[in-house]
């Protein structure tokens, strides 16, 4: 079928317009709602590339600055709408922010904030700790994971980081307002962004046992059927401690110390104190203790292979938060653990570089992060730039090979896709921040226009934002909540040639890494969300906009 794939949100004035057609054109014109021809351009043909699997033409409009609503046309066929305007991101990032509060479990949802999307306290019980006989644990509050109602420590931890570290670099993600409650502070309310994630490092915080080491979740036994939260009533389980949970609390405490810091003294200690507390039990325990599963437990594992990027950024969020020279040695002795390490295993991920991974299992860039933020050593701040960049060139290479200028191979069409296109998206925006080269911000630019329409899907993977947004997103309030809609601002994991679900296998076999989607609410391999999918798009349009 003949498509026009365009960003469905749209474009700020002076950004790269493109639209990109899967059918051959020689003209296109932009057109107003009336349908007033209001830009006239040629199309150029890019030719077929292995992500898509379309003969793909692109229609460049970049010149176009005039604000308003239009669509692209050409033989006859029209893209959805779109804006250009000033403002145009205002609304998703709103959105983007608040899918947190809905997210909210425990008894932290009030319905003046929370609107139809209301749920009643769920999970208020106390959680029987897994294999001990030990009381059980009020570990009450935070997010919930997902399409599940699972509470997992390191993917909470990855979610906070990528949005305190968006505060730390784009101080204008604080002026975010989404209506939510407020949450006093030393000297007034805190930002909204800063009382949002609050509600998660509460929950993180009651994670941590008495030693210092923390649980590596909560969740209840198998996940539980589509149903409310609140009628989720099975047993809740601490299942064992990790030592990527400790590691990843441990990095995530110092980071949000620094910023807490300055809003809430003594939440700020608490927090630098059990960041601390944590280290500790790390240094006490150099071995990895890693997680699997309890025997016939179904829900998320999130397994690692090893812990030395957590333990990487551990060490460098504290060096950062304290100063003290200690962490630092430690940062670089986990640093050249992990170059070892890579040389002898091949490193797993897809991307170039350890030192640029924002993922919940690889998360030695978080550490890259805290040390350039830290500005010192001089030393280790060139390296970890070289890092950066050179990945971000490789990311560059990638787009230059299909129409949508997208930074991504056929590799990266995993469970989570939208994700790894996030972490390259939060590369690109670091290496523009570093060094104002223009191409960089351009490729963040079209990884926009690909999450939000510019796909052979055609499809907006933010609910809520665009017009062919997806709209059966799994998750389970959606599934029997009986309203029509799913919040607006939810992240899609997107296509995947993996297939990894029963209802995934409806997609025809041989289709292209980016049509290995379908935009149902079974689809967890496919069309699921998470918080850590959401929250690098927070980081990653703060950058944008800055
Ligand atoms: O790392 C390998 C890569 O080397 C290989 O090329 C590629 C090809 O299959 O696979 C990569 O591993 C994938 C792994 O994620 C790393 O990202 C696995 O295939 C894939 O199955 C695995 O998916 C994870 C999924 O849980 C299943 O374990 C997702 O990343 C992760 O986001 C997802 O997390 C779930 C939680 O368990 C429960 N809550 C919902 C959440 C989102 O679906
Ligand atoms: O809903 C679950 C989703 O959050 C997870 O990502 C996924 C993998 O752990 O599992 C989903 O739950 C399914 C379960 O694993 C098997 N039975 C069907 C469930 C979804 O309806
Ligand atoms: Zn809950």
Not at 139 to 168: C, E, I, K, N, Q
Not at 182 to 192: C, E, H, W, Y
Not at 337 to 353: I, M, S, V
Request: charged content about 25%; aromatic content about 12%.
């Amino acid at each position: 079928m003949n498509r026009i794939f365009i960003d469905q949100v749209g474009f700020l004035p002076g950004e790269t317009k493109k639209a990109v057609l899967n059918f051959s054109a020689s003209d296109f014109e932009v057109k107003d709602e009336g349908g007033k021809a209001v830009y006239h351009g040629k199309v150029s043909h890019f030719g077929t590339d292995e992500i898509s699997g379309e003969d793909t033409f692109v229609a460049d409009f970049s010149e176009f600055d005039e604000p308003g609503r239009y669509s692209v046309s050409a033989e006859g066929v029209d893209s959805a709408h779109f804006n250009i305007a000033g403002d145009v991101y205002d609304k998703l990032m709103k959105d983007i922010c608040k899918c947190f509060y809905y997210l909210r479990c425990g008894d932290a949802l009030d319905p003046k904030y929370a609107g139809v999307y209301y749920h009643k306290p769920c999970h208020m019980s106390k959680a029987t700790v897994y294999g001990e006989d030990t009381d059980p644990v009020d570990v009450t509050g935070g997010w919930h994971d997902a399409g599940d109602f699972g509470r997992y420590s390191t993917a909470g931890a990855v979610a906070v980081a990528h949005l305190l570290y968006g505060v730390r670099f784009f101080k204008d993600l604080l002026k975010v307002e989404f209506n939510i409650p407020k949450v006093a502070g030393d000297k007034g309310d805190l930002p909204d962004i800063l009382a949002e994630v609050r509600v998660e490092l509460d929950f993180l915080l009651k994670m941590q046992r008495d030693n210092g080491s923390v649980w590596h979740k909560v969740t209840t036994f198998n996940h539980a059927p589509f149903i409310m939260p609140e009628d989720d009533t099975a047993e809740l389980f601490l299942f064992n401690v990790s030592s990527l949970a400790t590691a990843d609390i441990a990095a995530v405490f110092a980071l949000s110390y620094t910023v807490y810091k300055d809003y809430d003294k003594a939440y700020g200690d608490k927090l630098l104190k059990a960041s601390r507390k944590a280290y500790e039990w790390l240094k006490e325990n150099p071995e990895p203790l890693l997680f699997r599963n309890a025997p016939g437990s179904n829900t998320g594992e999130y397994g690692e292979a090893e812990d030395i990027s957590n333990r990487f950024w551990a060490a460098a969020a504290l060096y950062e938060a304290t100063g003290e020279p200690g962490f630092l040695e430690d940062a670089k002795k986990q640093r050249d653990r992990l170059l070892e390490h890579e040389a002898k295993a091949k490193f797993k991920g897809n991307q170039g570089d350890a030192f640029t991974c924002f993922g919940w299992a690889e998360v030695a860039g978080l550490g890259t992060l805290s040390i350039l933020l830290k500005g010192e050593p001089a030393d280790l701040c060139a390296e970890l730039r070289v890092r950066m960049q050179k990945e971000a060139d490789r990311l560059l290479a990638n787009a230059s090979k299909n129409g949508f200028g997208l930074c991504m191979t056929k590799n990266d069409f995993i469970w989570g896709s939208n994700m790894e296109l996030l972490k390259y998206l939060m590369v690109l925006t670091m290496a523009y921040k570093d060094t104002g080269k223009s191409e960089y911000r351009k490729a963040v630019s079209a990884g926009l226009d690909y999450l939000l329409g510019a796909n052979s899907m055609d499809v907006s993977y933010v609910t809520g934002n665009g017009e062919k947004a997806f709209k059966n997103p799994h998750l389970r309030p959606t599934a029997v909540d009986d309203i029509e809609e799913p919040w607006p601002g939810l992240v899609s994991g997107g296509p995947n040639v993996g297939l990894q679900d029963e209802r995934a296998k409806e997609v025809p076999k041989d289709s292209a890494p980016m049509k290995c989607y379908y935009d149902h609410i079974d689809c967890y391999s496919l069309n699921e969300i998470t918080i850590y999918w959401n929250s690098p798009l927070v980081f990653v349009l703060a950058g944008f906009l800055a």
